[in-house]
């Protein structure tokens, strides 16, 4: 039978919770467990599909097609291993399968309450992945904060399962906030103390509690945490801000977070563990040979979670560059052809990210071109490589009017189109074109440079297409479909040929990309990007001799 950890948090929101959990799990991964993490968020909404990634950030696609929180995308790029439906559950979709179950007379005209027949779907939902003999432990991260009314049900879901299961099978860890008053140059533990005696009225009382802190913890402040919160002082665990979301592991290793839980699910302790590999990926990550200036042109830039995937899949890719990249935000709304010299000559590679809607969408039309003319590495995502097709259309094409019928239903060009199977949908939530898809990659061409194969699978997330009604005319022009669905014929990856790296893909390649395996797409582009800088150094040095 499996082990189950449940992850809570108190006193305030965005103490890395997801982190805490993914890097938990990593180190028991690496002493040989077979380990898998899910997020329960206390939102309403069935999944966060339909959300704005200004309310939550972006959205997460798992294989099988399930849109899902952003913390699976930090589970599954600290474990290497992919997440799936069952691991994100919300209120929305609990409170949905129990109404239907009330509609349809399963519960024999009993009156449907909270307790037990929502807390009974929270529990059947929690110990779902640990059924099957596949996994040794599951960890379950609950969203929100200790307090919140929204998270009520779920803490008492883990009361009862405490109760349930057990001692040996069942461990709760609290994260938790230890201020630094800088005034009084000391460390407070008032919060935590009102977090865990809260958690404690509700009946669910913590075996581990991590604190948070910009400041070290002394040991009498670990013995005072404990005596207050009733736990043992080797259950109290430091997590220090660090550089890099990367290094928090290895903290943990070094506060022995992954002994301590061990110890108390009764789970041997004797194997180190094996992370080798992860050393390997942060030494090159903190030491890196060269730099570049990458700019990301997107109109959610303001939240970083927004893009989330990707500004990590950068992460990977400049590691195995041994190349730091620097990320330059720009808002495609802030982008006319009058300014996009001066915002965009100083960089090595631009990406245009994905996106819905017609805002900014001609700044990102503006920044294609500009890469295209002047040779710079671009790469373009989902929405960014459709914005490449309709800029090719109106510039090298000489279609004007040229446009995706998302945001111009009535252009005479509409190089971009709604898929096939989208036409008849009208409900917006879990209706596109979700998850794994293969794709075909033409022999010869910079896509099978990149990925070393002809036959690949990447996510997916959209309801626009390349419209194959113009695939002469832009096969003519020399924009080569160098990627297409075998079963669809749906144009997944566009190129230039005669470019150093122009790349649009219609799939989300950072979706896949990990600390072991980056995505490739990413390595190739920051490997232009590269070589771009140094030959743009280059050519600087020499000028700087001849004057």
Same mark, same amino acid.
């Given at each position: 039978m499996a082990k189950y950890i449940f992850v809570t948090g108190g006193v305030t929101s965005s103490l890395g919770k997801g982190i805490i959990a993914a890097s938990l799990a990593k180190l028991?991964?690496?002493?040989?467990?077979?380990?898998?993490?899910?997020?329960?968020?206390?939102?309403?909404?069935?999944?966060?599909?339909?959300?704005?990634?200004?309310?939550?950030?972006?959205?997460?696609?798992?294989?099988?097609?399930?849109?899902?929180?952003?913390?699976?995308?930090?589970?599954?790029?600290?474990?290497?291993?992919?997440?799936?439906?069952?691991?994100?559950?919300?209120?929305?979709?609990?409170?949905?399968?129990?109404?239907?179950?009330?509609?349809?007379?399963?519960?024999?005209?009993?009156?449907?309450?909270?307790?037990?027949?929502?807390?009974?779907e929270?529990? /059947?939902?929690?110990?779902?992945?640990?059924?099957?003999?596949?996994?040794?432990?599951?960890?379950? &991260?609950?969203?929100?904060?200790?307090?919140d009314i929204e998270s009520l049900p779920y803490i008492e879901a883990v009361r009862q399962l405490q109760w349930e299961l057990g001692e040996e099978d069942c461990l709760v860890v609290h994260l938790t906030l230890i201020p630094y008053l800088r005034a009084a140059k000391e460390l407070k533990t008032k919060p935590t103390q009102h977090s865990v005696r809260l958690l404690s009225e509700y009946g669910v009382h913590p075996d581990i509690i991590v604190c948070r802190t910009e400041e070290p913890l002394y040991r009498d402040l670990k013995k005072k945490i404990a005596l207050f919160c009733n736990v043992q002082v080797d259950a109290v665990i430091e997590a220090n801000d660090v550089p890099t979301i990367y290094e928090v592991p290895l903290e943990m290793m070094r506060e022995k977070l992954d002994v301590s839980v061990l110890k108390r699910l009764g789970l041997p302790v004797e194997k180190e563990?094996?992370?080798?590999?992860?050393?390997?990926?942060?030494?090159?990550?903190?030491?890196?040979?060269?730099?570049?200036?990458?700019?990301?042109? *997107?109109?959610?830039?303001?939240?970083?979670?927004?893009?989330?995937?990707?500004?990590?899949?950068?992460?990977?890719?400049?590691?195995?560059?041994?190349?730091?990249?620097?990320?330059?935000?720009?808002?495609?709304?802030?982008?006319?052809p009058e300014n996009v010299c001066e915002k965009l000559k100083n960089l090595d590679g631009l990406l245009v990210a994905p996106g819905f809607g017609h805002r900014g969408?001609?700044?990102?039309?503006?920044?294609?071109?500009?890469?295209?003319?002047?040779?710079?590495?671009?790469?373009?995502?989902?929405?960014?490589?459709?914005?490449?097709?309709?800029?090719?259309?109106?510039?090298?094409?000489?279609?004007?009017?040229?446009?995706?019928?998302?945001?111009?239903?009535?252009?005479?060009?509409?190089?971009?189109?709604?898929?096939?199977?989208?036409?008849?949908?009208?409900?917006?939530?879990?209706?596109?074109?979700?998850?794994?898809?293969?794709?075909?990659?033409?022999?010869?061409?910079?896509?099978?440079?990149?990925? *070393?194969?002809?036959?690949?699978?990447?996510?997916?997330?959209? /309801?626009? &297409?390349?419209?194959?009604?113009?695939?002469?005319?832009?096969?003519?022009? *020399?924009? /080569?479909?160098?990627?297409?669905?075998? &079963?669809?014929?749906?144009?997944e990856i566009v190129e230039l040929s005669e470019h150093p790296f122009f790349v649009g893909v219609q799939f989300h390649p950072e979706l896949k990309s990990t600390v072991e395996n980056p995505a490739p797409i990413f390595v190739s582009f920051i490997k232009a990007a590269k070589q771009y800088a140094e030959a743009k150094n280059g050519k600087a040095k020499m000028e700087e001799k001849l004057a």
């Open positions: 028991l991964q690496a002493r040989g467990f077979r380990v898998t993490i899910q997020k329960f968020d206390p939102y309403i909404n069935v999944d966060p599909g339909t959300l704005n990634p200004y309310e939550h950030g972006e959205c997460y696609v798992t294989e099988d097609g399930a849109e899902t929180d952003l913390d699976l995308g930090h589970y599954e790029r600290f474990l290497n291993t992919p997440t799936s439906q069952a691991n994100n559950v919300t209120t929305g979709r609990i409170y949905q399968t129990v109404i239907n179950k009330e509609r349809e007379g399963a519960y024999l005209g009993k009156t449907v309450q909270v307790i037990p027949h929502i807390t009974d929270i529990k /059947r939902r929690i110990l779902l992945l640990g059924k099957d003999g596949k996994f040794d432990i599951v960890i379950t &991260e609950l969203g929100g904060t200790v307090g563990p094996e992370l080798a590999k992860w050393r390997e990926f942060l030494d090159k990550l903190k030491y890196p040979k060269s730099k570049v200036t990458i700019g990301l042109i *997107g109109k959610y830039v303001e939240l970083q979670d927004a893009y989330k995937s990707i500004l990590e899949s950068f992460i990977h890719a400049g590691s195995l560059n041994e190349c730091k990249v620097v990320v330059q935000n720009i808002h495609s709304e802030h982008l006319t969408i001609e700044g990102k039309i503006t920044a294609i071109q500009y890469a295209r003319e002047n040779k710079l590495p671009f790469f373009g995502i989902c929405l960014g490589m459709q914005m490449s097709v309709v800029e090719y259309a109106r510039n090298v094409l000489g279609w004007k009017d040229a446009h995706s019928v998302e945001m111009n239903p009535d252009t005479a060009h509409p190089v971009i189109n709604l898929m096939e199977e989208q036409k008849k949908v009208t409900a917006k939530g879990g209706t596109m074109r979700l998850g794994a898809y293969a794709c075909e990659i033409t022999p010869g061409t910079k896509a099978e440079e990149i990925y *070393g194969s002809t036959s690949i699978s990447e996510r997916h997330r959209h /309801r626009y &297409e390349f419209n194959n009604d113009y695939v002469q005319q832009f096969e003519a022009a *020399g924009l /080569r479909l160098s990627g297409k669905n075998p &079963e669809s014929g749906l144009v």
